[in-house]
């Protein structure tokens, strides 16, 4: 399949969920968002569940290639707040529509949805977090840090953060704090 016949596919599916949830994302709708035929499409991805699974590991690649680039190193010679910190910065600056979000949570009632988010956290974040002493504070931190980049993101998506330009920087300057080890309370 050409790239771009694959990422238009994988872009109108996204618009689709993003309307009206993972559940109206056919092969009939991503076709006619796409302006495909179902046979075209059906070239590409033989099913609903192909093409669902498809858009989930899209949106993750996507995310995992933000993730190393902003990391500036080879992955294996980051350290594990180094790879935090990255996630963090990735999931704090997504210009994400609520699709993703849509597509993220209806993913937690099937395996093979749900499999490609898992993946990206347990290769950034699970392998990553030491947590041999959950008492050490800052393997806390890390811990921390993702899930408030992960709520951020969540109500950024679904537009409920309620915070001003200000207040979400100070957020986002936390986050980053806490990701990094660099505490300004201690």
């Not at 872009?11 to 969920?17: K, L, Y």
């Not at 093409?51 to 190193?73: C, D, F, N, P, S």
């Not at 980049?149 to 986050?175: C, F, H, K, P, Y």
């Amino acid at each position: 399949m050409r790239p771009s016949s694959k990422t238009a596919i994988l872009e109108a599916s996204r618009r689709v969920a993003e309307r009206s949830g993972i559940g109206s994302l056919t092969l009939e709708a991503a076709a006619q968002e796409a302006g495909l035929s179902k046979p075209g499409l059906m070239y590409h991805f033989a099913s609903k569940e192909q093409l669902r699974v498809a858009v989930a590991e899209y949106i993750t690649e996507g995310w995992h290639q933000q993730m190393l680039a902003e990391l500036g190193k080879p992955f294996d010679d980051a350290t594990p707040a180094e790879r935090v910190a990255a996630y963090c910065r990735v999931f704090t600056t997504l210009s994400t529509g609520k699709g993703d979000l849509v597509l993220f949570v209806d993913s937690v009632h099937e395996e093979a949805l749900i499999a490609p988010w898992c993946e990206l956290l347990r290769h950034w974040l699970s392998d990553s977090i030491p947590l041999t002493d959950p008492a050490d504070p800052a393997s806390i931190d890390l811990v921390v840090a993702r899930l408030a980049a992960d709520g951020l993101w969540m109500a950024d998506a679904s537009q409920t953060t309620g915070l001003d330009e200000n207040t979400r920087a100070a957020v986002v300057a936390r986050i980053q704090q806490l990701a990094t080890g660099k505490d300004a309370t201690r």
